[in-house]
Nanobody, 127 residues
Framework: QVQLVESGGGLVQAGGSLRLSCAAS????????MGWFRQAPGKEREFVAA????????YYADSVKGRFSISRDNAKNTLYLQMNSLEPEDTAVYSC????????????????????WGQGTQVTVSS
């Protein structure tokens, strides 16, 4: 089993930045593909960014491309999401997810692709 705990959310003004962290425990996630998703009130959970367990491949939703950056530190069992130029539309609960894979370069965008989820951290961007 893998436990995921997000941190780093908060209230920020439009144009500001936040860095989210996702700490994994219970098992090393060095061979787990990981991703970030978000869910705004009244909306379905949506894909934000994903990274292969090798770290060599990343993928972003069009809405965050060029503003957000996903990275991981396998030695620390931690996933990150650097969010810059935040917009009010980015307001949501952000959750990290993980899944095992034998493919070092594989990235996954679907909610159903992932086995493990964190509880989420609230990000609120004021205008």
């Amino acid at each position: 089993q893998v436990q995921l705990v997000e941190s780093g959310g908060g209230l920020v003004q439009a144009g500001g930045s936040l860095r989210l962290s996702c700490a994994a425990s219970g098992r090393t996630v060095s061979t787990y593909a990981m991703g970030w998703f978000r869910q705004a009130p009244g909306k379905e959970r949506e894909f934000v960014a994903a990274i292969a367990w090798s770290g060599r491949s990343t993928y972003y939703a069009d809405s965050v491309k060029g503003r957000f950056s996903i990275s991981r530190d396998n030695a620390k069992n931690t996933l990150y999401l650097q969010m810059n130029s935040l917009e009010p539309e980015d307001t949501a609960v952000y959750s990290c997810a993980a899944r095992g894979t034998q493919l070092p370069g594989a990235v996954y965008r679907g909610v159903r692709d992932y086995n493990y989820w964190g509880q989420g951290t609230q990000v609120t961007v004021s205008s």
